[in-house]
T-cell receptor, first 114, second 115 residues
Framework: QQPVQSPQAVILREGEDAVINCSSS?????VHWYRQKHGEAPVFLMI?????EQKGHEKISASFNEKKQQSSLYLTASQLSYSGTYFC???????????????FGKGTLLTVNP | DGGITQSPKYLFRKEGQNVTLSCEQN?????MYWYRQDPGQGLRLIYY???????QKGDIAEGYSVSREKKESFPLTVTSAQKNPTAFYLC??????????????FGPGTRLTVL
């Protein structure tokens, strides 16, 4: 079941913050976040496994709520290099994490302008 | 340097022809994946393989076939049965095992255009 990402697109000025959400109707085993720049391959940002978990990667961090149905990606003090499409990939809790298969959302296009 | 290679980068084919996309990795990863990317659709899983000589259908397997005869290689054949084959195809690999869960490494992709 494909997770729902919101917003579909966001435009920022350099230095502004953004939040991207990834929601599922069912509990998840894990959430993975990727960023893809135009014409390039997606690049891994982080993975969240535990309910209530928060993780950081430079000025990009993410959380996984206690019910394990929603994850949010936080981009603070955005830089031009943050531009790209952000995807979340999810594993259902029912998989037990055993089949390593991700279902990706449709993506959020982030544009950072000077 | 370790990584994933896909070839060719651009591929043109006539309608009705089968075409095979190459994917090779030297990361010693057990699991490999094929995704299709269309504008506004995200990444949709075509096939995946967790181990040599084994593979499973993903969400949009119709019109595609794969093989996994070697750990390093996971070629994808787009058959004439695929109704709308023009797309960007991405191959990925990852480590396998409960204690090793981690990222999927993606290749640079092949853009297939069927005329």
């Amino acid at each position: 079941q494909q997770p729902v990402q919101s917003p579909q697109a966001v435009i920022l000025r350099e230095g502004e913050d953004a939040v991207i959400n990834c929601s599922s109707s069912k509990a998840l085993y894990s959430v993975h976040w990727y960023r893809q720049k135009h014409g390039e391959a997606p690049v891994f940002l982080m993975i969240l496994l535990k309910g209530g978990e928060q993780k950081g990667h430079e000025k990009i961090s993410a959380s996984f709520n206690e019910k394990k149905q929603q994850s949010s990606l936080y981009l603070t003090a955005s830089q031009l290099s943050y531009s790209g499409t952000y995807f979340c990939g999810t594993e259902p809790l029912t998989s037990g994490g055993s089949n390593y298969k991700l279902t990706f959302g449709k993506g959020t296009l982030l544009t950072v302008n000077p | 340097d370790g990584g994933i290679t896909q070839s060719p980068k651009y591929l043109f084919r006539k309608e009705g022809q089968n075409v095979t996309l190459s994917c090779e990795q030297n990361l010693n990863h057990d699991a490999m994946y094929w995704y299709r990317q269309d504008p506004g659709q995200g990444l949709r899983l075509i096939y995946y393989s967790q181990i040599v000589n084994d593979f499973q259908k993903g969400d949009i397997a119709e019109g595609y076939s794969v093989s996994r005869e070697k750990k390093e290689s996971f070629p994808l054949t787009v058959t004439s049965a695929q109704k709308n084959p023009t797309a960007f195809y991405l191959c990925a690999s990852s480590r396998r095992g409960p204690a090793l869960r981690g990222e999927q490494f993606f290749g640079p992709g092949t853009r297939l255009t069927v005329l």
